[in-house]
């Protein structure tokens, strides 16, 4: 068992070096302070997964506008200062020679309706949208769009000012970006609409700001869904056409990530009479296939170097991704959240597979039959997957170690607890900041 692809540098079109193909994938941490700066949580937490071997390191998405944030605890840049805590954050997490990339980013009609009730879209519908949770958006007039693109090439240029060695500007999962690239969310008739070459315009205009911002010789990167798994909605052929379009734009790196066939239901239920060890092992199977098969079909197509992003579990599947040039980086997240140094054991050869937080952290579903359907439960299970994945970053950023007697059962109500808790300190905090002024 060798990671003899998985160790070797990758050399940029900007002229950086990634010391090796393992790259960790945005994760939203929850951490920043009520001010939304980043905290000593945020240090403590990046320093540790640089030490753990990881070539790339991508952070939780930072916004670039306070009224729209996607989770309270997100980190802002928005004219509130935080420029000192940026600079230790950046520090932390490439002690280890590795990179440090800021993932940008503005939720669009995804910010919740507690922090916007009416948030800015590229029109005015909730298609897509959960029932609860978000307000009716509101289209965006031209000047707020250019308004925008500017905002994510001034905070790439803080970016670069404060020690981060590269940005990647986030247009995947539905947020600002994503939505203006969707025909169900981008209804719009002017030419930031319409065709799919005015849907991708924000994007490629938001790339070249952010450019033109950090210089020629720094990363830039943009992470991108292969669908938005919506009848009618982004599809693979649109994807494909609108990385034609990136390939004339300078990236360093292009992240695809899998989006929902990471999820139970998309790689078919197993069950049966199998032992579920052997039920996990076809699920990862499965899983990896997939995303080797989407590999195949991007990489005739990209110019740029490519990270995929969702499914890869095996040293044995990574390796083979690399060595047939499917991908140039394996993007992993979930693992992340369970384990800091599974990529210096990777590299070591002494794992052969990753943290598994899917097949190991379950709920059980006997107790479910007849109260949820199987989209319902896998649902229900993927919320408390997610509940205790917060927790377990909130302990690594106070330099314990993963609580693993924390069950899902329990992960939702740890959460909250953690929430509850922030949110106090967020009250406060804005309690004195209010008194200040």
Known sequence: MTADFLGQPLHLPCGATLPNRIGKSATQEELATPLGHASPLNVTLYRR??????????????????????????????????????????????????????????????????????????????????????????????????????????????????????VQLHAAHGFMASSFLSPLCNTRDDEWGGSLENRARFLIESLRAIRRAVGPDFPVSVKMNSADFHKGGFDMDQSMAVIEMLNAENLDLLEISGGNYDAPAMIGAMGGDQPLARQKAERTLRREAYFMEYARRVRPVANMPLMITGGFRTLDA??????????????????????????????????????????????????????????????????????????QLTNLGEGKEIDWELTLEKAPQAFADLENAREAARREARGELEHAQ
Request: some cysteine; glycine content about 12%; proline content about 5%.
């Open 49 to 166: 997964w640089s030490e753990g071997g990881a070539g790339l390191l991508i952070s939780g998405d930072v916004m670039v506008d306070y009224s729209h944030r996607e989770r309270p605890g997100n980190i802002v840049i928005d004219d509130n200062g935080g420029m000192a805590e940026l600079r230790e954050w950046a520090a932390a997490g490439q002690a280890a020679g590795n990179h440090l990339w800021m993932q940008i980013n503005q939720p669009g009609r995804q910010t919740p309706i507690d922090v916007q009730e009416h948030p800015m879209a590229p029109s005015a519908n909730r298609e897509g949208l959960p029932a609860e949770g978000f307000g009716m958006p509101r289209a965006m007039t031209g000047a707020e769009i250019e308004d925008l693109i500017g905002r994510f090439g001034k905070v790439a240029a803080i970016a670069r000012e404060t020690g981060f060695t590269g």
């Open 318 to 391: 990574m390796n083979g991704a690399l060595a047939e040039n499917a991908t140039d980086v394996v993007g992993l997240a979930r693992p992340f959240c369970a384990s800091t140094d599974f990529p210096a054991k990777l590299l070591r050869g002494e794992i052969g597979e990753v943290p598994m937080i899917e097949e190991t952290m379950l709920l059980d579903r006997e107790a479910y039959i007849g109260q949820l359907d199987d989209r319902e439960f896998n649902l229900l299970e993927s919320n408390h997957q997610l509940a205790w994945m917060y927790v």
